[in-house]
């Protein structure tokens, strides 16, 4: 069983650049392919980059050049550094992790671009 808790949400002004950290336990996370998505107000929730295990980044392509996502196996930590954030990038946005086909989520937190 995984445990996923996001943190670093908040309110950010269009150019602006915001971190956001997920945190891990309860399972050995170095085995774990991990993510983060994004579910935007009356729309489906959409990958925004994932990570494996052995750090390959991979990002949608609304995102590449503005984000990058990495992680800590040492503190069970997966990051995903936001720059350039535009408002469209306004979402909850949740950490994910997937380990043989199960996927594990986090609450979600909250990243409002506006100025």
């Known amino acids: 069983q995984v445990q996923l808790v996001e943190s670093g949400g908040g309110l950010v002004q269009p150019g602006g650049s915001l971190r956001l950290s997920c945190a891990a336990s309860?399972?050995?996370?170095?085995?774990?392919?991990m993510g983060w998505y994004r579910q935007a107000p009356g729309k489906q929730r959409e990958l925004v980059a994932t990570i494996t295990t052995d750090s390959s980044p991979n990002y949608a392509d609304s995102v590449k050049g503005r984000f990058i996502v990495s992680r800590d196996n040492a503190k069970n930590t997966v990051a995903l550094q936001m720059n350039s954030l535009k408002p469209e990038d306004t979402a909850v946005y949740y950490c994910?992790?997937?380990?043989?086909?199960?996927?594990?989520w986090g609450k979600g937190t909250l990243v409002t671009v506006s100025s």
């Open positions: 309860g399972t050995i996370f170095r085995i774990y392919g």
């Open positions: 994910h992790a997937a380990l043989w086909g199960v996927d594990y």
